[in-house]
């Protein structure tokens, strides 16, 4: 009886009870690979509460600012109130034994300088805040790297936290430091009303030592013309005592001349009264002199005094703005650094302060810059006074020396009038003592040398004097220049203070506009909130998953089947090698078909995925389930068990190419080249756009591809099985037939 082959494929099965529940259960293979799986691991993240964490706290806690800061502490609480996972409050030790004892997934431990280390920041050297995560990948590797996830949370939470704590203290810094810039305000205000009392009295100093200078080169050239006078007055003393030593060895003709001198004698005793009244007018005149130069010289002294002091003072004045300079710069610097932390500032409200920050170092440098030229126009100053206390000591010297010599003047004046006198009184008996008149002629002599020594000092205290009243005029001419650039730096720093007060007030405004609360501590502690925009949805792990596992398991269901199923041998002798094709081909598609049908049922109805379109989901799993189908078929009929095994080798390679887990990118590059030759490739990606993105125009693309494969592996199948008929087979038919 003639029986066609495929009837007799399907009669053997259902006639073989045990083939028939063999493949019925490889027909549910695929639902072990995928649907069992993925229903173990639909979403696990979502059951990460059960997961039990350990958590030791062993914060001491700190304090910022006056306040008590407990970060661990508060870390514990927010731990408390979230699900993320089960967690165990737990001691240091017991918490390390357990964990090691696999009781703990892992531990999250807070050290005890946790918080201390949080105070650092505006320290030289801020310490980072060390929190401590342990994990045990021996016991459950996925569980670490979980962890991880979770500790870049609260990584964040603890940040979000410390930020908020500095934002809340830089606040109120810059509060304080706007009283503080107010404060320095009305102190430049002072400042400023101090600067323009001293621009007023700078000015009279420059119109009296103006004054001075003028008088001062008047007085020199009075000196100048008494020096000239005592130098001719020096002449004459010594032509005086050529002549008396002439009229001495002209004594022998005196005794003739006596009677015509005794005429001019009244005459000369007349002369020389007048002129001892007029030296001892002089004489009388120079102790007030004298007085009046020990005066000046008092003052001279005082004024030098005081330009010292001063000039000491403007040293002081120079350090004080200096250091002014220094510290605006310091303070700018300060804020500078701190601007990247005001994000919660405006840009704009940055820049005005930055600019206020920067007038105001501007200003202080120009008060410095000023207060330096004032301490050198001061150190001028006290230079030129010290010059003309010397130069009025000198004239105070040169004083007393032209009063001594007007004494001896006076004295040999009064001994020139005594002689005269006596000459007169004794001139009856000039002739007959003449020996005694040559004793007074004499005293005449010594008198004249006297005189003749006396004008000697006169000149050298009136070189003396002619000397300091030259210092004199050069330091009130000094004195005149620099106060007059006393003067223009005392405007210089009246501006300066000026613009000091009115950047510092402006600063002190801005400052004092920036207003905080809550929210503006939490925008600096959080500015940027992550909006998390997906292209496509894929809603668990499951999901994710699901076209990888679907390809697997309808893989390893169509290699199942060539266990149970023989994929060569008939169930009677072939008509054709077609029809033995045929009848192998038609069971293998049917099952395959079939293991579609149950994997896109468990799919969509017990786990309920959410494809994007239901018939193309189903459609695209039967192309796969026959592509596979058509691959295992061409290599387990044609090499059998060395054929299942190049299958297995196959799967390996398929598994590990398919981008079904991880990218495809970080795996091997030799494996990528591998990517594009294997059939999985497509099945996932085409299944990954059905389910999730909904490209479906990248499902066909991918479904022509995988079309190919059958294309060529059921041709070669087919070769194979007319090839086989023809060496078994076709003798014994036409012997048959015969």
Same mark, same amino acid.
Do not use: C
């Given at each position: 009886?003639?029986?066609?082959?495929?009837?007799?494929?399907?009669?053997?099965?259902?006639? &073989?009870?045990?083939?028939?529940?063999?493949?019925?259960?490889?027909?549910?293979?695929?639902?072990?690979?995928?649907?069992?799986?993925?229903?173990?691991?639909?979403?696990?993240?979502?059951?990460?509460?059960?997961?039990?964490?350990?958590?030791?706290?062993?914060?001491? %806690?700190?304090?910022?600012?006056?306040?008590? +800061?407990?970060?661990?502490?508060?870390?514990?609480?927010?731990?408390?109130?979230?699900?993320?996972?089960?967690?165990?409050?737990?001691?240091?030790?017991?918490?390390?034994?357990?964990?090691?004892?696999?009781?703990?997934?892992?531990?999250?431990?807070?050290?005890?300088?946790?918080?201390?280390?949080?105070?650092?920041?505006?320290?030289?050297?801020?310490?980072?805040?060390?929190?401590?995560?342990?994990?045990?990948? %021996?016991?459950?590797?996925?569980?670490?790297?979980?962890?991880?996830?979770?500790?870049?949370?609260? !990584?964040?939470?603890?940040?979000?936290?410390?930020?908020?704590?500095?934002?809340?203290?830089?606040?109120?810094?810059?509060?304080?430091?706007?009283?503080? +810039?107010?404060?320095?305000?009305?102190?430049?205000?002072?400042?400023?009303?101090?600067?323009?009392?001293?621009?007023?009295?700078?000015?009279?100093?420059?119109?009296? +030592?103006? *004054?001075?200078?003028?008088?001062?080169?008047?007085? &020199?050239?009075?000196?100048?013309?008494?020096?000239?006078?005592?130098?001719?007055?020096?002449?004459?003393?010594?032509?005086?005592?050529?002549?008396?030593?002439?009229?001495?060895?002209?004594?022998?003709?005196?005794?003739?001349?006596?009677?015509?001198?005794?005429?001019?004698?009244?005459? =000369?005793?007349?002369?020389?009264?007048?002129?001892?009244?007029?030296?001892?007018?002089?004489?009388?005149?120079?102790?007030?002199?004298?007085?009046?130069?020990?005066?000046?010289?008092?003052?001279?002294?005082?004024?030098? @005094?005081?330009?010292? @002091?001063?000039?000491?003072?403007?040293?002081?004045?120079?350090?004080?703005?200096?250091?002014?300079?220094?510290?605006?710069?310091?303070?700018?610097?300060?804020?500078?650094?701190?601007?990247?932390?005001?994000?919660?500032?405006?840009?704009?409200?940055?820049?005005?302060?930055?600019?206020?920050?920067?007038?105001?170092?501007?200003?202080?440098?120009?008060?410095?810059?000023?207060?330096?030229?004032?301490?050198?126009?001061?150190?001028?100053?006290?230079?030129?006074?010290?010059?003309?206390? *010397?130069?009025?000591?000198?004239?105070?010297?040169?004083?007393?020396?032209?009063?001594?010599?007007?004494?001896?003047?006076?004295?040999?004046?009064?001994?020139?009038?005594?002689?005269?006198?006596?000459?007169?009184?004794?001139?009856?008996?000039?002739?007959?003592?003449?020996?005694?008149?040559?004793?007074?002629?004499?005293?005449?002599?010594?008198?004249?040398?006297?005189?003749?020594?006396?004008?000697?000092?006169?000149?050298?205290?009136?070189?003396?004097?002619?000397?300091?009243?030259?210092?004199?005029?050069?330091?009130?001419?000094?004195?005149?220049?620099?106060?007059?650039?006393?003067?223009?730096?005392?405007?210089?720093?009246?501006?300066?203070? !000026?613009?000091?007060?009115?950047?510092?007030?402006?600063?002190?405004?801005?400052?004092?506009?920036?207003?905080?609360?809550?929210?503006?501590?939490?925008?600096?502690?959080?500015?940027?909130?992550?909006?998390?925009?997906?292209?496509?949805?894929?809603?668990?792990?499951?999901?994710?998953?699901?076209?990888?596992?679907?390809?697997?398991?309808?893989?390893?269901?169509?290699?199942?089947?060539?266990?149970?199923?023989?994929?060569?041998?008939?169930?009677?002798?072939?008509?054709?090698?077609?029809?033995?094709?045929?009848?192998?081909?038609?069971?293998?598609?049917?099952?395959?078909?079939?293991?579609?049908?149950?994997?896109?049922?468990?799919?969509?109805?017990?786990?309920? $995925?959410?494809?994007?379109?239901?018939?193309?989901? =189903?459609?695209?799993?039967?192309?796969?389930?026959?592509?596979?189908?058509?691959?295992?078929?061409?290599?387990?009929?044609?090499?059998? &068990?060395?054929?299942?095994?190049?299958?297995?080798?196959?799967?390996?390679?398929?598994?590990?190419?398919?981008?079904?887990?991880?990218?495809?990118?970080?795996?091997?590059?030799?494996?990528?080249?591998?990517?594009?030759?294997?059939?999985?490739?497509?099945? $996932?990606?085409?299944?990954?756009?059905?389910?999730?993105?909904?490209?479906?125009?990248?499902?066909?693309?991918?479904?022509?591809?995988?079309?190919?494969?059958?294309?060529?592996?059921?041709?070669?199948?087919?070769?194979?099985?007319?090839?086989?008929?023809?060496?078994?087979?076709? @003798?014994?038919?036409?012997?048959?037939?015969?």
């Amino acid at each position: 009886m003639k029986t066609g082959s495929l009837k007799a494929e399907v009669s053997s099965i259902f006639k &073989n009870r045990m083939k028939l529940i063999s493949i019925i259960a490889i027909i549910f293979i695929p639902i072990l690979y995928s649907g069992i799986y993925l229903w173990a691991f639909w979403d696990p993240y979502g059951n990460l509460e059960k997961l039990p964490v350990a958590v030791v706290n062993e914060d001491s %806690g700190a304090k910022m600012d006056g306040k008590k +800061l407990e970060l661990g502490k508060d870390l514990v609480d927010n731990l408390k109130e979230s699900n993320d996972f089960d967690f165990t409050f737990i001691e240091k030790e017991k918490g390390y034994k357990n964990l090691e004892n696999q009781k703990y997934y892992m531990l999250i431990e807070i050290p005890k300088d946790f918080s201390e280390n949080a105070t650092t920041l505006m320290e030289d050297n801020p310490k980072k805040l060390d929190l401590i995560y342990v994990s045990n990948p %021996g016991y459950n590797f996925i569980s670490g790297q979980i962890g991880n996830s979770a500790m870049e949370k609260i !990584k964040e939470s603890v940040s979000k936290e410390i930020t908020k704590t500095y934002a809340e203290s830089i606040f109120d810094n810059i509060g304080e430091m706007a009283d503080g +810039l107010k404060s320095a305000s009305d102190g430049a205000k002072k400042l400023e009303e101090g600067t323009s009392k001293v621009q007023s009295g700078s000015k009279d100093v420059y119109n009296n +030592l103006a *004054t001075l200078a003028e008088k001062s080169i008047a007085f &020199n050239q009075g000196v100048s013309s008494a020096n000239a006078g005592v130098k001719d007055l020096k002449d004459g003393a010594e032509n005086l005592a050529e002549g008396l030593g002439k009229l001495q060895t002209g004594q022998s003709n005196l005794t003739d001349a006596a009677s015509k001198l005794q005429a001019g004698d009244q005459s =000369i005793l007349n002369g020389i009264s007048q002129t001892t009244e007029g030296i001892n007018s002089v004489k009388n005149s120079i102790p007030a002199l004298i007085n009046g130069t020990s005066k000046l010289k008092e003052g001279s002294d005082t004024l030098s @005094n005081g330009l010292t @002091n001063w000039s000491e003072k403007s040293s002081e004045l120079v350090d004080g703005a200096k250091q002014l300079n220094a510290g605006t710069k310091q303070l700018q610097e300060t804020i500078n650094s701190m601007l990247p932390l005001l994000e919660g500032v405006p840009e704009e409200k940055q820049k005005e302060l930055a600019a206020a920050l920067q007038s105001l170092v501007d200003g202080s440098a120009s008060v410095a810059a000023n207060t330096e030229g004032l301490s050198q126009a001061a150190n001028q100053l006290a230079s030129g006074g010290e010059t003309l206390s *010397t130069g009025l000591t000198n004239l105070n010297q040169g004083h007393e020396k032209l009063q001594s010599g007007v004494n001896q003047l006076a004295d040999g004046s009064a001994k020139l009038q005594r002689g005269s006198q006596q000459q007169v009184a004794g001139q009856k008996q000039f002739i007959a003592g003449l020996n005694t008149y040559s004793d007074q002629f004499g005293n005449a002599v010594n008198g004249s040398t006297e005189l003749v020594k006396g004008v000697e000092s006169l000149q050298s205290g009136m070189d003396t004097l002619a000397s300091g009243s030259s210092a004199l005029s050069n330091g009130t001419n000094k004195l005149k220049e620099g106060s007059k650039e006393l003067a223009d730096g005392t405007n210089s720093l009246v501006d300066g203070s !000026k613009e000091l007060s009115s950047k510092l007030k402006d600063g002190a405004d801005d400052a004092g506009s920036i207003h905080s609360d809550d929210k503006t501590y939490d925008m600096v502690a959080s500015p940027v909130e992550l909006s998390d925009k997906k292209i496509t949805d894929v809603p668990n792990y499951g999901t994710g998953l699901a076209p990888y596992f679907i390809s697997l398991g309808l893989f390893v269901g169509a290699l199942m089947l060539s266990i149970v199923f023989s994929f060569d041998e008939p169930e009677v002798m072939p008509k054709s090698g077609f029809r033995w094709f045929l009848s192998k081909t038609a069971i293998l598609m049917t099952v395959g078909i079939l293991q579609a049908l149950v994997v896109s049922f468990i799919m969509l109805v017990v786990l309920k $995925v959410d494809v994007q379109s239901v018939p193309l989901f =189903i459609l695209f799993t039967i192309i796969i389930s026959l592509v596979f189908f058509s691959i295992i078929q061409f290599l387990v009929t044609t090499l059998g &068990n060395p054929g299942r095994f190049l299958v297995v080798i196959l799967l390996i390679f398929q598994l590990t190419t398919s981008a079904g887990t991880f990218p495809l990118e970080l795996i091997p590059d030799i494996l990528q080249g591998v990517h594009a030759l294997l059939p999985m490739s497509y099945s $996932v990606a085409g299944l990954k756009a059905v389910i999730s993105s909904g490209d479906f125009a990248f499902m066909w693309h991918n479904a022509w591809i995988l079309a190919i494969y059958p294309a060529i592996f059921i041709i070669g199948t087919l070769i194979y099985f007319v090839a086989m008929f023809k060496r078994k087979y076709a @003798n014994g038919i036409q012997t048959a037939e015969q």
